[in-house]
């Protein structure tokens, strides 16, 4: 993502793991790192954050040297966490005291999706800073829709993710059985996905990564599960029961007893495969 800003915006950056930081400047040399989050607020207009819980973007806003305390009025900061609605709300109230607007704007679309600038960014803010919001992400995004006002981006990509995690067990669980019961894992597939059953797990996923045995880590298996967390938190908020997300948040927190917190989502179905007693392979 940060590639792709540096192609078309002067870009500043700065990472909690230095060598991150040191590894985008090498990848284009046109950017520039900042010593620390404060410095970096106090020279941008616009701010990107993409962190791995809502947590972590009040640890970075926080302290001395924080974002917070170099953020200038006016300035707008774009969260592409995938973080907690309610966060993102009291977020964007604590910084308009500031006169700093702040916005939901999560991703989707992975790590290649990244890369090849076609991600789906999911916005919640306000509809008159959309459009600048919109020319801001336009160099990694294949699609930017503000889905209603500050939190709705978060929620709706808690829900898309804890569909994706419904959609790998589901798909994982069938395998498993047919692959059990003598059929070819990728024969099954090959039907699978011309069939009314298909996915983006069964047409990309399971092919690249489960078949080949390769278990690329790309996301975290603990990120997945605490996404699916927030999605059944949406769901309860509105006074849905939501079984099939409660069954998914429980084997995604099994998967992560299993395999640890540094394995990757996919490998859900390494536990599937183990309790099946069968490889998923082709």
């Given at each position: 993502?940060?590639?792709?800003?540096?192609?078309?915006?002067?870009?500043?950056?700065?990472?909690?793991?230095?060598?991150?930081?040191?590894?985008?400047?090498?990848?284009?040399?046109?950017?520039?790192?900042?010593?620390?989050?404060?410095?970096?607020?106090?020279?941008?207009?616009v701010?990107?954050?993409?962190?791995?819980?809502?947590?972590?973007?009040?640890?970075?806003?926080?302290?001395?040297d924080?974002?917070?305390?170099?953020?200038?009025?006016?300035?707008?900061?774009?969260d592409?966490?995938?973080?907690?609605?309610?966060a993102?709300?009291?977020?964007?109230?604590?910084?308009?005291a500031?006169?700093?607007?702040?916005?939901?704007?999560?991703?989707?679309?992975?790590?290649?999706?990244?890369?090849?600038?076609?991600?789906?960014?999911?916005?919640?803010?306000?509809?008159?800073?959309?459009?600048?919001?919109?020319?801001?992400?336009?160099?990694?995004?294949?699609r930017?829709?503000?889905?209603?006002?500050?939190?709705?981006?978060?929620?709706?990509?808690?829900?898309?993710?804890?569909?994706?995690?419904?959609?790998?067990?589901?798909?994982?669980e069938?395998?498993?059985?047919?692959?059990?019961?003598?059929?070819?894992?990728?024969l099954?597939?090959?039907?699978?996905?011309?069939?009314?059953?298909?996915?983006?797990?069964?047409?990309?996923?399971?092919?690249?990564r489960?078949?080949?045995g390769?278990?690329?880590?790309?996301?975290?298996?603990?990120?997945?599960?605490?996404d699916?967390?927030?999605?059944?938190?949406?769901?309860?908020?509105q006074?849905?029961e939501?079984?099939?997300?409660?069954?998914?948040?429980?084997?995604?927190?099994?998967?992560?007893r299993?395999?640890?917190?540094?394995?990757?989502?996919?490998?859900?179905?390494?536990?599937?495969?183990?309790?099946?007693?069968?490889?998923?392979?082709?």
């Open positions: 993502m940060a590639v792709r800003l540096a192609e078309v915006h002067p870009l500043l950056v700065w990472n909690r793991t230095p060598a991150r930081a040191t590894a985008a400047l090498s990848a284009h040399p046109g950017m520039a790192a900042a010593a620390t989050p404060r410095e970096l607020a106090v020279a941008c207009e701010v990107l954050l993409c962190l791995s819980t809502s947590s972590d973007v009040e640890a970075v806003l926080g302290g001395p924080g974002l917070e305390a170099g953020l200038q009025p006016g300035s707008l900061v774009i592409c966490t995938s973080g907690e609605p309610a993102a709300r009291r977020l964007a109230g604590h910084l308009a500031r006169g700093v607007d702040y916005v939901d704007a999560p991703v989707s679309g992975g790590t290649n999706g990244a890369a090849a600038g076609t991600l789906t960014v999911m916005v919640g803010c306000p509809a008159e800073l959309f459009p600048r919001i919109e020319a801001v992400v336009a160099p990694f995004a294949g930017v829709v503000r889905m209603g006002p500050v939190g709705a981006g978060t929620a709706m990509k808690a829900v898309n993710n804890a569909l994706l995690a419904v959609n790998i067990l589901a798909v994982g069938g395998l498993a059985g047919l692959t059990k019961a003598g059929i070819d894992p990728r099954a597939l090959d039907v699978l996905n011309g069939s009314s059953g298909r996915s983006f797990v069964s047409e990309v996923l399971v092919p690249e489960v078949l080949t390769l278990w690329p880590n790309t996301f975290r298996l603990a990120l997945l599960h605490k699916i967390g927030i999605a059944a938190g949406l769901l309860a908020e006074g849905i939501g079984p099939v997300l409660a069954k998914a948040l429980a084997q995604y927190a099994e998967a992560r299993a395999l640890g917190d540094s394995a990757d989502y996919l490998e859900a179905i390494r536990v599937i495969e183990e309790q099946a007693g069968v490889a998923i392979r082709g």
